[in-house]
């Protein structure tokens, strides 16, 4: 079949390498794409991910069999739906169901009605109510913007007087749109966070590998929250009865959905904390993770164009297209601009793309880059997401860092201590 991939980021250049290797796709189409997604896939510069008009009608001209979305934007506002609405299959929640990433308070409500575990939290529309919210926690204070807010909505202060602020810039001050005219105050939860996956085809829920992610901007969790500075799969230090709670919140989450009427289809991502009482949902995605999809990938040892296809169609089923997945680890390492998540120039040169991708095991998947003149530049705050796959967490990492020290543009920053302290506690020397 012939596929077509929405979106430009590291995250569409890992669905399209994936997909271009898989026995069931004979051509991978992406738009826009980037100078990486241009390897593996014929790209469309000029589409954007947000022109639901213009990529129904690419996807008419050229015979696409299937249409997988990556970023979140163009499904809230309801490319699934225009899809299906021209008889284009399409890999990817309705607007009514990618509510569950485009509104917090939605999905929170959800997770109180159906008794799926969460961080108690409220919706306020108004500063008094969000004071009032406030001041029943202690702190750590978080406070989130409902809406999308490009990954910048999120506060979390130890201090109140910062967390009425965040709520005051968002509701008065509009700092995140309409994204920020309702504000969820969430209870701060201790543990540890993990990625969580599955595919859906509406009924069958297919749990995907376990991930973790790294937020913070610094090494040992400093600095400003990102969209992600690195990645790895699998986490050797988890037990199978807290697998096996994770799964269960991924089913009952598509339950609780279709209990409510709503069809849900291709990905439901579950950002969870491990607490003293379980895993409890932080937060709903509706597309793959990024940067976790990068490390995700490499692993499966299955055809992604059959389990997604399955996804899609009106008849298909996932039962028996469930991805199954190496033994091996993968460690991905995010390579940004200077000043990320804050102010940040592009533009600048980026070296050694040739050498760091030569690399056994190593996948250089490209984010914020732009082709010029023939030499590849920097376009965005996350520039690359160097992969590495290799026999245990300690050896990945080695080789992801080693290909990552061959790039080089200027002000390029990463952290040091991706899956550092999960190698360490599975024994082995980093």
Not at 69 to 80: F, I, M, S
Not at 141 to 152: E, N, S
Request: include cysteine; proline fraction near 6%; hydrophobic fraction near 45%.
């Amino acid at each position: 079949m012939r596929v077509l991939v929405v979106g430009s980021g590291a995250r569409e250049h890992a669905l399209a390498w994936c997909l271009a290797g898989s026995p069931s796709v004979s051509e991978v189409l992406a738009a826009p794409g980037n100078p990486g997604i241009e390897q593996v896939a014929e790209a469309f510069p000029d589409v954007a991910a947000d022109d639901i008009d213009a990529l129904s009608g690419l996807a008419e001209r050229r015979g696409v069999d299937l249409t997988v979305v990556g970023p979140e934007a163009p499904l809230v506002a309801g490319l699934a739906d225009r899809f299906a609405e021209r008889g284009l299959p399409v890999f990817g929640p309705t607007a009514s169901a990618a509510r569950l990433e485009g509104s917090k308070a939605f999905a929170k409500a959800l997770c109180e009605r159906h008794g799926i575990p969460a961080a108690r939290s409220w919706a306020c529309t108004e500063v008094n109510q969000a004071f009032d919210a406030l001041d029943r926690l202690h702190g750590p204070y978080v406070v989130k913007a409902d809406g999308l807010a490009a990954g910048k909505g999120v506060t979390v202060t130890a201090s109140l007087r910062e967390a009425q602020e965040a709520a005051r810039d968002s509701l008065v001050g509009r700092a995140f749109g309409e994204a920020g005219a309702t504000v969820l105050i969430e209870e701060h939860l201790e543990g540890e966070e993990v990625s969580a996956m599955a595919l859906t085809d509406g009924a069958v829920v297919a749990p995907l590998a376990l991930a973790q992610d790294f937020k913070r901007a610094l090494d040992g969790d400093r600095g400003p929250n990102t969209g992600g500075m690195g990645a790895y799969s699998p986490l050797p230090h988890l037990d199978a009865e807290t697998g096996a709670a994770i799964d269960d919140i991924l089913r009952r989450t598509v339950r609780a959905l279709l209990d409510e009427g709503i069809d849900y289809r291709g990905v439901v991502y579950a950002g969870l904390m491990l607490t003293a009482d379980g895993p409890k949902v932080l937060e709903y995605n509706c597309r793959f993770g990024d940067p976790e999809t990068q490390v995700l990938l490499p692993r499966l040892a299955t055809d992604l164009g059959a389990a997604v296809a399955a996804c899609a169609a009106a008849d298909g089923s996932l039962t028996g297209a469930t991805p199954a997945w190496s033994d091996d680890a993968c460690v991905g390492v995010v390579l940004a601009s200077g000043g990320y998540p804050g102010p940040f120039q592009t533009g600048f040169d980026v070296e050694g793309l040739p050498e760091a991708a030569s690399q056994p095991g190593v996948q250089v998947f490209h984010a914020g880059t732009l082709r010029r003149g023939g030499r590849v530049v920097t376009a965005g705050g996350r520039v690359l997401t160097v992969v590495a796959r290799g026999p245990d967490l300690a050896a990945a990492r080695a080789s992801a860092y080693a290909a990552s020290s061959t790039i080089r543009f200027d002000g390029m920053g990463f952290r040091h201590d991706i899956a550092s302290a999960a190698a360490a506690a599975a024994g082995v020397p980093v």
